[in-house]
């Protein structure tokens, strides 16, 4: 550092992937094979587009001949498409040991971020100290709609020994064909998500997410010569995820849950406003030269870290813990056709005709005239578009599933009879 001028560097990358990708999710086992032996049924296609670019810009100023000041500047964008290939069946995913039938439960789902940083170091020499601060400030978020379970899945304990029989591989596309009758033993749970379609990201209604996720950061460090063979390394960082768990839209509620036990009781509801704000991280090291010959050299250190929240986090937040979107699981009700109509125990338990099992949550929509438990200020639609079918029985498709805004919550308490019912 002799004397005082500026420094001007760009960096830039841009990756792009598209491609029709043929998922392992269909492969069958059957316990009569032999050894090394397996049989298989084409698989479901999925379509997976991704564009990722990112673009920096560095300024740096030699303000002295012992004073360094660094400023950077980042943009990065990142997007994902993911969705099942043209012509495959939309219907629920049907999870045997060893077999999956149906497209991806986590499918449809589009995303995007997006964020801008400004970083800024300022490094001074002085005495036997090298001190560096500095502080980096990310503004941007997530955008976008991630249609999760909408059809359903299923899950069973058991595959067949006819799986391939009841699944042909001519048929792998065309569920009409496929035979699930005297699976209901089988059959373990099924679980659906529902969500309104009104308004939203591509009107994609309440599947939609639109989370800032703003963060700031702080360090400061000292390389320090301590001795002409020992040299320290100390410093401390601090970084704030302002919003990572505390996303828009979320709706308070009081869950009190006392054990009994000495424990409680406690309220575990949802709450705004919870901060994240004890990331801080010491860290320390040394590097000490044992002779003078410089050829021996320990080193060693040891400290904190903290890595950013990934962006399911608050997404997570905004969707379920938003009571945005409804996840619901269905128990096989021990019944002959539950597996073709596994929500049907909703339409006697909402009326008082079947009392529900301990701990069984059901949740049904307002176009099945249920009381409501949640009253939302706009209008209510639900669209119900051409269905898939599978054995002759119409299931939920991807693209259109939705369930409207009024829904009403039904919770079996653990009374000795089963069957009081409590609106939650």
């Known amino acids: 550092m002799q004397r005082d001028g500026d420094i001007f560097m760009t960096v830039g990358s841009l990756s792009q992937t598209g491609r029709s990708k043929r998922e392992p999710n269909t492969q069958v086992i059957l316990p009569a094979a032999l ?104 503004v941007g978020g997530d955008i976008g709609w991630w249609i999760a379970r909408p059809r359903g899945q299923m899950n069973f304990s058991k595959l067949p020994a006819d799986a391939t029989t009841r699944f042909p591989a001519s048929a792998a596309t065309d569920p009409s064909q496929w035979n699930f009758a005297g ?71 009081s869950i009190i849950i006392d054990s009994g036990a000495g424990y409680g009781p406690y309220d575990f509801g949802y709450r705004n406003n919870i901060r994240d704000l004890n990331n801080v991280a010491p860290r320390v090291g040394f590097a000490l030269n044992v002779n003078k010959a410089n050829d021996f050299v320990i080193r060693g250190g040891t400290g904190l870290y903290f890595s950013t929240a990934a962006a399911n986090q608050p997404i997570d937040q905004s969707l379920w813990n938003g009571q945005r979107v409804i996840a619901n699981t269905y128990v096989n009700d021990g019944k002959p056709g539950w597996v073709l109509d596994p929500t049907r125990a909703l339409r006697h338990c909402a009326v008082g005709v079947v009392p529900l099992r301990l701990g069984q949550l059901l949740e049904r929509d307002d176009q099945r005239r249920s009381a409501s438990a949640q009253r939302q200020p706009h209008p209510e639609r639900s669209e119900h578009p051409p269905a898939q079918h599978v054995q002759g029985r119409p299931v939920p498709d991807a693209r259109h599933a939705s369930v409207e805004r009024r829904q009403a919550v039904w919770f079996a308490e653990g009374h000795a009879d089963g069957r009081a019912l409590q609106r939650l």
């Open 35 to 138: 050894p090394g032996q397996t049989y298989s049924l084409p698989t479901l296609k999925t379509m997976r587009n991704s564009l990722g670019c990112f673009t920096t810009g560095t300024w740096a100023h030699v303000g002295s001949h012992n004073t360094l000041h660094e400023l950077k500047l980042s943009l990065f964008h990142y997007h994902w498409l993911f969705q099942p290939s043209d012509g495959v069946p939309l219907i629920p995913e049907y999870i045997f040991p060893g077999l999956t039938l149906g497209p991806n439960w986590n499918y449809l789902e589009n995303w995007n971020e997006n964020f801008l940083s400004t970083r800024y170091d300022l490094s001074k020499q002085k005495g036997s100290h090298d001190l560096k601060i500095g502080a980096e400030i990310r």
């Open 183 to 253: 699976l209901d033993p089988l059959g373990l749970r099924f679980t659906i998500y529902y969500a309104s379609l009104d308004g939203g990201i591509d009107n994609h209604g309440n599947w939609s997410f639109d989370i800032p996720r703003p963060s700031i950061a702080s360090w400061i460090g000292d390389n320090w010569q301590a001795t002409s063979r020992l040299t320290l390394n100390l410093g401390v960082r601090n970084d704030v995820g302002w919003r990572d768990v505390a996303p828009p839209g979320l709706q308070e509620t």
